[in-house]
C-alpha cells in the first residue's frame, strides 16, 4: 500500500523523537516552566527576527484557534474570516463555544483580499445599527489556507494594513505554515510572517511533531494573563516539556524548513507525476496538498493500492480526491505510484 | 540534588516511550481511529471489567474536567464537589467557561460523604425557589483527593447511591488513580471503581505517560455526540495515535499498577524515614504525596539539596511542603535524603 | 409630521394599558405565578386550540431567540436558520454568546424551502466528518420574515416535516405573528401554526404591549427545567403580573387579532397609494410592512414631513425604505400621506 | 388579608403608571434614543451629582448584575462577592453561563469588610499558582444586602479603596438602592454611592416601577460597546421608553427619595410594633425588611390573616420570616396588623 493520505498518518520525525528520548529522564518542572520550552522560544524569536516575541506552546490547532481568539476577543466581538475557513466549518463550534461568532467574508480558493475585507469592515460601520449586530474584533486567515494556497507578500500586507486601518488584529493560522514557508514560488520568510501579522502560529503537528503549535505574538503583544487563558481553554500541559523539546528539535539545524522542503519536492513530483498521465487537477496549489478529480470506478480501484482521502464529490460520476505530502513520504512510494499510475 | 518534588518532572516511563519510537512510522488515520487506539481501548476494558464501555483518550486533567463536566450537564445544571476539588479551586475557571456553577459541598481531607451529599440535595429540593437556583446536575470527586486521600468501597458505594437517589451521574477524577489503586490500605480496584460511578478517568499524564487521560463511560453510556464535544473543547488530536500507543504500553503486562506499586513503595519508604527523624506530618495520606510541616529555615536549608514543592504556610514559621514519588523516582534518592534529614 | 416609521414608536394599546392601570393595586405573587398570568395562559391554550401547551412570558424578542434556542439545544448543536434570519444577523451575537452557531441556509425573501432543509441536512449528514462538525440541533424559521413574507401551510408543514424527519425540533419566531396571521392572503391560523411547530412565540411588542413575548411549547413540550433557563438568562421579571395582564388584554375580545388587522388594513390602503402614484416596491409583501424605492433627493424631501425607516442603499441614486403599519397608525395619516405623495 | 409578603406584589407607583398613561400615544424611537430615556438621565446624572456619568436603562435585577458583570470582566475573570452575595446563590447560574466564577469571601449579615477583601486579594496574588486560577477582575455587593442591611460611607470608602488598590472596579447592586438611601442610620447619599464605587444600579422593580434598574457609571466609564454587550444579554428593550418613562417619573419631585421614605416609616412603624408585642427578631435591619422568628403553630395561623414570606427554617419549632413594606404598603395595614398581634 501507498501512503498520501494526509500529513499526521506517521508519529514525529525520528530527530524530534530522538531528542524526546535523550531528554526524558531530565528533572524539569511542570507547565511549560522548563528549559526546554526556554530554549525553544528563543530559537523561535530568532527564526523569526521577533526578539521581543511572546510564545505560548498549545497542543492541536482546534484548540490554538479557540484559546487564541478567547483572548484577542472581547464578548462583543466576533472574528472575521473566509467563510471556508477552518474555523467557520471545521472546528465543531469551538468558537462559538468560546461565545463568539464567526463573521464570513467571500473567498477565492481559500484566501480573502484587503479590498473584500475593507468593503465589508466600511459597510459594517456605515450601518446606524451596527451596534445592534457583532462587532468585529479580529481577522483570521490561514496560511496555507485550508485549500493549500498561499497569499503573497503584498496581499498579506494588504490585508494587514486593512485590518490596522479598524484597530482589529490579524491572526494567522498557520497548521501548516512550514508547507507554505517552503513552497517554490512564494516570497514569504518567517520573519516576514511575523511582520505582517499581530498573532500566528507555527504549526507542528502536521510539520513533524507528534502534537503541538507554537503561537508567537511577535512584538511582545500577548492579551494580558494569557497564560491564564491557556489553563481555562484546557490548553496547558502539565509536561510542558513535551512540546518545548519537540519545538526545540523542529528549530534546531533548520530541521522545521527541511522536513517541509521534503514535502514539497514530493509534492512537485507527484504534481509532475498527474500531470504527464493527463489527470485533471482540481486547482493548482503550491504546497502539499494536490487535489486531483478521478472517475468514480477509477477512484475505486487506485484505492486498492493507494492510500489518499476524500475530498467532495465533484458530480456524479467523479469525485475530487487529496494526495498529501509530508516529512514521512517515501520518495518510493512515488515511483510505485508512476507504476501504477 | 534530590528530585520529590511533583509526579510530573520527568517524561514518559521508558516502556511508553519505547513503544511510541517502535510505532513510530506505521501509518494509521487520525483523530482516534487508529488501532492502537483500539488496542488501548480493548485492554482498558477487560482491566476495568467493563466490556461495553466507552472510551476515550483526551490530553490532560483541567480538559477532562471540562470537557467531560461539559458533555454530562445542561447549561442550567451545576456539579456538586467539595469546596477543595480541584475543579472549584485550579482550574482557571475552565468549568464557569463552559458555562456551569461548581456547587461547593464540605469535605474533610478533601473527601465528601454521602450524608452531606444527600443533605446538600435535600435541603435543595425542599427549597420553594430551588428553580430560580443553579440546579445539581452531577456529583464530582477526585480518587485519591487533591490530598492524597482515598475513599474506601464502602464510602464509594454510599456517594454513588446517594447521587443516583436523584438521578446524578457520579464522575471520578483519576489523575493520580493508579496511586490509589496501589496503596496498601485500598479496598477498590480498577473494575470497583467502573462500578461505581458513571464516569472517570485514568490518568496517564501522572502515572508514566507524556500525556493523557483515559475516560471511561462504565457502562455504553458516554452523553450523545460526545466525540463532537471532545473537538468542540479543543480536546481533540490529530495524531490519537499518541495517547493510544501509551495507554497501549500502559496496560500491557501491567504496567500500569507496576508503576503505580514502585511510587507508593518509595513513598511509603519516605514516610518511614520521616517517621523515624521525627518529622511532622501535615495529614496523614496512604499515596504518592506526603505533607510535611518544616520550620522555615530548615525549609530553606533543605531547599538546596532537595527539590520539593511548596503547598501552603502553615503558621509564621513553618510551611507545608508537599514530596511526591512517581514511576522516575530513585531509591538512591531516597537513601541519599536519609543522609540528609 | 406623518408616522411609519416602525410597529414599535407608541407605547401599548389603550386597552392593554387600561388593564394594567385596573390592576395595578392587585397583591399577586412575583416570577409569574400570579392569577393574570394563569388568566392570559389559559386564554392562549384556548386560542391556539393546545390544552396541553407550556407557556412562558419573556420580555422581548432577542431575549426570547436566545432563551428557548439555549434551553432546546445541547452545546454540540447549532440553529439552522436562513442566512437572512434575525438570529443571523441583529441579535448582536446572543445566540454565539451562549455558546451556538447559527447554521445558515439559503433563502428568497427571508424564507427557506422544505427541500433547501432536507438538502443541508441530507449533505450534513452524508460527510463522514460530519462528527467534526457542530451538529444541527434545531431549525428556526420566523413569521412573518424579516421581509415580511408569509410561509403557507403547506410550507409550513413541510419544513416541520422535513425537520420532523432527522428528529429536530421547529421553532418559530413569531415578533410579528399577528401581522401574519391577519394578513389577507394566509392560510395559517393560530391552532395551525401551533400544530406545525414544535416551539413558536406570539409578538406582543410589536403588536399592541409595552414589552412581552409568549413562548408557546404547544404539547406541553418545554425543556426540563425551562423557568431556570429563562431566569439564567436574564429574561425573568419579579413582576410577572406586567407580562400577564397584557398578554391577558390581548387575548381578551379577540384584542391580539383586531389590533393586527388594523394595521393590515392601514398597509394595504399605504400600498395602494403607493401603486397609485407609481412607484416602486422594492418587494411585494403581504403584512405591516412595505418596501419602497426612493431617488434620494425625493426621500430627503419626503422625510421633511413623514418618518420612515431606512433600510438599506438601493444604488448610487436610490434607497431602500420601510413604512411600517401598526395598532396606532391613525387613518388620517394616510390621506394626508396622499395629499404629499 | 393584609399584604407584607414582598415589595414587589403590586404594580407601579400610581404617578410612573400615570406618566405611562400620559406620554403612551407619543412617537418616539425604540432601542432607548428617545426623549424620556433622555430625560431620565439628566435627572439621574443630576441626583447622583455626575454629570458625566454612562446610564444604562435594562429590565429587571439578575439581568442587569449578569450584563453588567460580563461588560466589566474579561474571560479569565472572576467577580469577587460575599458568598451570601445575590449572584453567588439566587441567580440560577446566570454569572456563571455568561463564563464568569463568583469568588466567594466571607461576610456577616450580608457585608463584607475591606480588610477580607484586601486579605483575600493579598493571599491570591501571594500564591505562585494565582495564574493557574480565575483572576479576580472586580468586586461585587449589594446595598442595602440580602438581609437587608447596610455599608457605611467609611465602609464603602474602605472597600473601594481595597478594590482600587488592585485595579479593581467595584460594582454596587442596587435593587433596593432607595431604602438604603432613606434609612435613619445611613451616612451615605446617592452621590457619596456613586462617589465610591465604578458601577452601581438604582433599582426600580422593587421601589415603585413595573420593571426596570438604571445602571449608573459614575465617571463615564462605561465598558466599550456596552450598548452591544446589553443587546448580547437580551437586555435591550424595543420599547426603550417603557423605561425612560418610569425612571423619569420616579426623579421627578424626589418620587424615587419619597417612595422609599414611605417604605422604611411603614418598617419602622412594624418594628415597633413587633419590639412592643416581644417577637424575636432574627437580625436587626434598618432597611424596609424585616425578618421575625415565629413559633411554627403561630407561623400558621398568622398566615391565615397576614401575607409574609417564608425566609429559612430556625429550629425544628420555629421559623424565619420576612416582613416587607414598600410604596403600596396600607398604613391601615399596619393598624390592623397590630390589633392581630
Known amino acids: 500500500m501507498l501512503y498520501f493520505e494526509s500529513d499526521y498518518t506517521e508519529g514525529a520525525h525520528p530527530r524530534v523523537l530522538a531528542r524526546l528520548c535523550e531528554t526524558n529522564m531530565e528533572h524539569v518542572s511542570g507547565y511549560g516552566g522548563d528549559k526546554f520550552c526556554e530554549s525553544a522560544k528563543a530559537k523561535i524569536r530568532e527564526a523569526c527576527n521577533t526578539p521581543d516575541a511572546d510564545i505560548f506552546f498549545l497542543v492541536g490547532g482546534t484548540q490554538t484557534n479557540r484559546t487564541v481568539i478567547a483572548g484577542l476577543l472581547h464578548p462583543y466581538q466576533g472574528v472575521v474570516a473566509a467563510e471556508t475557513g477552518h474555523i467557520a466549518a471545521h472546528e465543531a463550534g469551538a468558537i462559538e463555544n468560546s461565545g463568539h461568532k464567526v463573521l464570513p467574508i467571500p473567498q477565492t480558493l481559500g484566501k480573502i483580499t484587503a479590498d473584500d475585507l475593507t468593503a465589508y469592515l466600511t459597510t459594517f460601520y456605515a450601518d446606524d445599527n451596527c451596534d445592534h449586530m457583532v462587532q468585529p474584533g479580529m481577522v483570521y486567515i490561514s ?3 485550508e485549500y493549500g494556497t498561499l497569499y503573497t507578500k503584498d496581499e498579506l500586507a494588504a490585508i494587514h494594513a486593512a485590518a490596522q486601518a479598524y484597530n482589529l488584529p490579524l491572526f494567522i493560522d498557520g497548521a501548516r505554515l512550514g508547507y507554505g514557508l517552503a513552497s517554490d514560488g512564494t516570497d ?6 511575523a511582520q505582517n501579522c499581530d498573532a500566528f502560529y507555527i504549526g507542528g503537528t502536521k510539520v513533524g511533531a507528534l502534537c503541538g503549535e507554537a503561537v508567537v505574538f511577535p512584538r511582545g503583544n500577548a492579551p494580558k494573563h494569557f ?9 496547558l500541559l502539565a509536561k510542558g516539556r513535551l512540546l518545548g523539546v519537540q519545538f526545540d528539535a523542529l528549530f534546531t539545524d533548520d530541521l522545521y524548513m527541511r522536513i ?3 514535502a514539497i519536492e514530493c509534492a512537485k513530483k507527484l ?10 487537477f482540481f486547482l493548482d496549489t ?3 496538498q494536490i487535489f486531483i478529480v478521478l472517475e468514480n470506478e477509477q477512484m475505486k480501484r487506485l484505492g486498492e493500492q493507494v492510500k489518499f482521502s476524500f475530498w ?3 458530480d456524479a460520476h467523479h469525485t475530487v480526491v487529496r494526495f498529501a505530502t509530508s516529512w514521512a513520504t517515501d520518495e518510493n512510494d512515488i515511483e510505485a505510484l508512476a507504476e501504477i499510475l
Open 260 to 262: 517541509s522542503r521534503h
Open 227 to 235: 497564560f491564564t487563558t491557556v489553563k481555562q481553554n484546557g490548553a
Open 312 to 314: 467532495e464529490p465533484y
Open 143 to 145: 496560511h496555507p489556507t
Open 271 to 280: 504534481r509532475a507525476l498527474f500531470a504527464e498521465k493527463g489527470y485533471t
Open 188 to 193: 514569504l520568510s518567517l520573519p516576514e510572517i
Open 286 to 288: 503550491p504546497t502539499n
